[in-house]
DNA sequence: TCTGGGGTCCTAGGACCC
DNA sequence: TCTGGGGTCCTAGGACCC
């Protein structure tokens, strides 16, 4: 039940990515553009200019079949202190519109505009401010929805690009919906829009014609969302939050896909304690302590596991990481089989480490502190300048980069 | 065409407890 | 020998998003 009406805004920065290199270098101005890595690297197209999704380049897509479609584009390498840049950059001029934002992803933030009619006029009028003091202020286009919830306006800043605004009228959000592929509905990917489509529901005006129940039947929780969000509604999981409410990290990982598949133990241990010092880093900077390590292991076949420990009492430590990283990775390794990717995913968050007995908690704390100073180094000189003897063993240990071409997660501010 | 990295949320089954 | 019901924690996998 709406007691209010509320006036959300989404903005969403036109090919960000694309458009940040462009500042930085002119000349790839209106041409053919991927950016992520080189057009025969392993990896996938971070983002693509309007030019080259003409050819039919799209991001996900794997960097060679986007050098297949256009030949003639430029492959760029991501610049994720770039992005961050500009992010913090378009979040200043959003913060000076509404004190309720919410950066949903390093590209797109939702506003709480409402009752601030009075400083900023109508929605259309304030939107069309916003739209023009971005451009000045960070020389780059965006795109804004203006609805009711934030389905409506994320799904209108969709349709309003590029650089364009638009406004769904308060009481026509069905209507507006209507007509839209199911696909168009945040949360219904691939396999969904399949299952819809063979029950027949093509558009989002079809769900409409089935009991919320029916639904329910076929989908579960999610099916019951679809049949509110069918209407326009915030309804169930993360679009339900108020904007600018502060949620906590669930989760911290790192991965990496080696440019050649190894079955060498000795590279694939010394990956994991690289992969263990960066999300003991994140957990520290983050006063996080996590109680679950997670692994995961994906064979040169693209088959995948992922292998999980809860331990008794959490921990930020890199050593303790590690230790159980490897401990997972040594008990369900194939041994020899081919490693494509690993990775190390921390969870079940604590604010507090439960200490144990006060001279364990003595010496953790040493160790915390040994680690924070190798944290202030990194700073200073890069991710490879330090590491723990175990890290340093044998000679494949390699400098993992930072991901060219990854996202942060969802964070409040930048 | 050969498929990144960092996240969130959901489901389902088993263990364990009352 | 035929076997409850609910709650919580843990693990594995998968859909989805940018």
Partial sequence: MVLFLRTIFHVDMDAFFVSVEELFDPELKGK?????????ERGVVSAA??????????????????AKLCPRAIFVDGHPERY???????????SSFSPLVEMASIDEAYLDMTGTERLHGPPLRAAHNLHQRMKSDTRLNCSIGIGSSRLIAKV?????????????????EARF??????RDIPGVGKVTEQNL??????????LGRFEDSFLEQHFGKWGLALAGKARGEDAGGWFDNEVGADIDAKSISHEHTYNQDTGNAEQLESTLMRLSEMVGRRLRESG?????????????????????????????LDTEIFEQARALFRKNWRKGGEVRLLGVHASSFERQPDQGDLLEGARRERWKQALSAADRLRDKFGESSVALASGMKGSFRERIHENPAGLPGKTRKP
Avoid at 32 to 40: M, T
Avoid at 55 to 64: C, E, I
Avoid at 288 to 316: G, W
């Fill in 197 to 206: 489509h063979a029950l027949g529901i093509q558009r989002v005006g079809d």
């Fill in 49 to 66: 200019s309007y030019e080259a999704r003409k050819f039919g380049v799209h991001s996900a897509m794997p960097l060679r079949t986007a």
């Fill in 288 to 316: 996080l302590h996590a109680r679950t390590i997670q692994l995961k292991l994906r064979y040169k076949d693209f088959t995948t596991i992922t292998r999980a420990h809860t331990l008794p009492a959490p921990t930020q």
């Fill in 156 to 172: 209108s800043s969709a349709k309003a690009k590029p650089n364009g605004v638009l406004w769904v009228v308060p009481g026509q």
């Fill in 32 to 40: 053919a553009v991927v950016v992520g890595g080189q057009r025969n």
């Fill in 84 to 94: 961050r840049e500009y992010s913090e950059r378009a979040y200043r001029v959003l």
């Fill in 177 to 182: 919906l209507a007509p839209l592929d199911v």
